[in-house]
Structure formats: structure tokens, C-alpha cells
């Protein structure tokens, strides 16, 4: 594996599914849909951070240290995550949550994902602004220090500061490897994959895993939170960083690897748009998959108008990155309505 030389501990489960999507494939009668089931890694209701976290607690383990810290929406997948983390290596864990969806009601602010960071007994602390990443990432430095002189031993897993190394990335370069191994398992080669992108860790992850492999798939990712021009940077930036951590020349890394769109991006992060609505539900009804309005849903949304424009040849085979966001479904009542 590329990533032998690095610690981690286990708390995904590993390997998760490559499957079909019949219905969907029949449905837009063109490239061959597949789904790479990440929603099922099983950390406290599975999703990508579980891959991501193995590294960042291999890391914090490596240090000595007994305590997580990180920051993210309320509605954070990556913050439930960090909290089953800790609670599975009997750490103590204290996150933050930032208000950066307006206009959410009760069901938004109380059920999903914060229910499950109350449940599993996590220190919470807020922050009130929405969009100020480096803000907010300090605010848990911040509070890092003020635990040192508690006794803890913290570690900060942040979610900005392109500048910091990014080991969760290297959970999506084994996530590729993985891949690379089912499709030859099954015969089954793979044209494209497609992702939502948002921290970069994991695009950037599968994109310097496919280098390291020498692998010339492309991988198109959506933009959920920042437009593409932003995102391509944050991308490349991330992706010469893992490069480096597997001694592979950055300069493989052209340009044109860097494919971000920020089509289904608006009305803005964690916000539903038709086309979003739609696709959540096209997948549902279709495949009996769930996926979430902040993530996945945004994808999904994006492969949709990608099989509608004939972006992909037909025969070719396409897989859909599930990076899960389940529970978060639940603050958004108005999916129903």
C-alpha cells in the first residue's frame, strides 16, 4: 500500500462496496453508473471522515496526545465523525459549531448530526460567524492551549489552513487503491469518478492516489461550499502536499487534473436548490440511496446534468463517490413537503 509507512488505527469498515446503480443507468441510458458506498464505513452512521480520521488519530496517537479537536457546520458530518473517533480510541473530544446556513429552523439546529454529537456526550462550543474558516480554526487553537494547561493533551484537526499537512488525504489514497482493486476484481474499468468537494481532503486524496498509481482517470468534483476557481487552488494546493508525503514528484499534478465546477454550488453551502431537490430524490426512488443536501446531494446533482449533456460516452463507467451525510437528512423537513 502507499500509505504503509504511515500510523493509523482502525475504525472504519474496510473495504466498502463498489456497486451498480441499474435503475440510474437505465434511467439516463448512456455511461454505466457505479456508486463507491463510503456512506457505509459504519464510524457512528459512516461517512468519508471515517477514512480521513483513521490518519488524523494515527497522528494525534503517534504524539502521545488523548484529546480531538475540530470544527465544522452544525450540521458537520466530520464533526460527528471526530466525536465517535475519540470515543472509540476513550479520548477526550470538544468541537465547534458554526452558524453557517441562515434561516434553518428547530429541526436543523437540534436533530441529525447534533443530535448525535449530544448523544455521544462531546463538548460543544459555537461560533457565531458563518464564513471565517481561519476564525474558526484558531478558535479551537485557541482552546487547544487553554487544555494544555488543563493536563490534555489536544490535537486540532482543522479545517482550513491549506499550509497544514493534510493526513486525512491519505485515507482517499488508500480509498483508491481499494478501488483500482475491486475494478479488477470485477473486470469492470473505470472511466471517471465524480465527488462533491469542500475541505479538498478527500478530492485531493483520490486525485494524488490515481498519480501515485499512474492511473488516468479523471475525477470531476462539485463545489459545495466555495466557487471553482477557489476550489481548483485549495485542490491543487492540498494534492502537492500528499504528493510530497508519498515521495511522488508534484509536478505530475498538471493543470487540467483540477476539473472543480461550481454549477450546483447556489444558492450556497448546506442550502437546497431544484436541482439538488431533485437529485436527492432521483436516488432515493431510483436506487434506495440517501444522500445529503450539503455533500452528496450536490454531486449527484452534478453527475445528473453531466448523463444530460451526453458528457460521457456511452459504455463508459462512471462511479459516484458516496461520502455519506445521512443523518443530516433529517434537518431538512421541507425535502417532503
Known amino acids: ?73 452544525v450540521q458537520s458530518n466530520h464533526v460527528r465523525q471526530t466525536i ?21 429552523g428547530k429541526e436543523y439546529n437540534e436533530s441529525g448530526n447534533v443530535y448525535l454529537d449530544k448523544l455521544m456526550g462531546a463538548k460543544i462550543h459555537y461560533y457565531e460567524v458563518g464564513e471565517d474558516e481561519e476564525g474558526a480554526d484558531k478558535a479551537m487553537y485557541d482552546r487547544a492551549e487553554e487544555l494544555k494547561k488543563e493536563g490534555y493533551k489536544p490535537y486540532v ?26 475494478s479488477q476484481t470485477t473486470d469492470i474499468k473505470i ?39 477557489s476550489q481548483r487552488e485549495r485542490v491543487k494546493a492540498k494534492t502537492k502536499k500528499v504528493l510530497k508525503m508519498l515521495n511522488v514528484d508534484e509536478n505530475k499534478l498538471k493543470d487540467e487534473m483540477v476539473k472543480c465546477s461550481d454549477w450546483v454550488l447556489a444558492p450556497g453551502y448546506g442550502l437546497l436548490s431544484d436541482a439538488v431537490t ?37 459504455g463508459e463507467n462512471v462511479v459516484f463517490l458516496h461520502t455519506g451525510g445521512t443523518p443530516s437528512l433529517f434537518g431538512y423537513p421541507e425535502l417532503n413537503e
Not at 475519540?86 to 479520548?91: E, L, N, P, T, Y
Not at 488525504?169 to 482493486?181: D, P, Q, T
Not at 436527492?280 to 446533482?301: N, R, S, V
Open 278 to 314: 431533485e437529485a436527492i430524490k432521483i436516488a432515493a426512488y431510483e436506487e434506495a440511496i440517501l444522500l445529503d443536501p450539503t455533500y452528496t446531494g450536490k454531486a449527484m446533482a452534478g453527475l445528473i446534468r453531466m448523463l444530460r449533456k451526453n458528457e460521457f460516452k456511452k
Open 84 to 104: 465517535a473517533a475519540a470515543r472509540k480510541m476513550g479520548w477526550h473530544v470538544e468541537v465547534q459549531l458554526e452558524y453557517r446556513v441562515e434561516g434553518k
Open 1 to 73: 500500500m502507499l500509505t504503509n509507512k504511515f500510523t493509523k488505527v482502525k475504525l472504519a469498515h474496510l473495504p466498502t462496496p463498489l456497486e451498480r446503480m441499474p435503475n440510474m443507468t437505465k434511467k439516463f441510458a448512456g455511461a454505466n453508473l457505479f456508486i463507491k458506498r463510503d456512506d457505509a464505513t459504519g464510524l457512528a452512521m459512516g461517512g468519508n471522515k471515517a477514512r480521513q480520521l483513521e490518519y488524523y488519530v494515527g497522528h494525534a496517537m503517534s504524539l502521545g496526545c488523548d484529546t480531538l479537536l475540530t470544527t465544522g457546520a
Open 157 to 182: 484537526i482543522p479545517l482550513g489552513a491549506v499550509n497544514k499537512t493534510p493526513w486525512g488525504s491519505l485515507g482517499y489514497v488508500e480509498c483508491v487503491e481499494e478501488m483500482i482493486l475491486q
Open 191 to 229: 472511466d471517471a469518478i465524480v465527488l462533491g468537494t469542500g475541505s479538498a481532503n478527500t478530492h485531493a486524496g483520490i486525485l494524488a492516489g490515481l498519480i501515485a498509481l499512474n492511473c488516468d482517470i479523471p475525477v470531476y468534483g462539485f463545489c459545495v461550499r466555495r466557487d471553482e476557481v
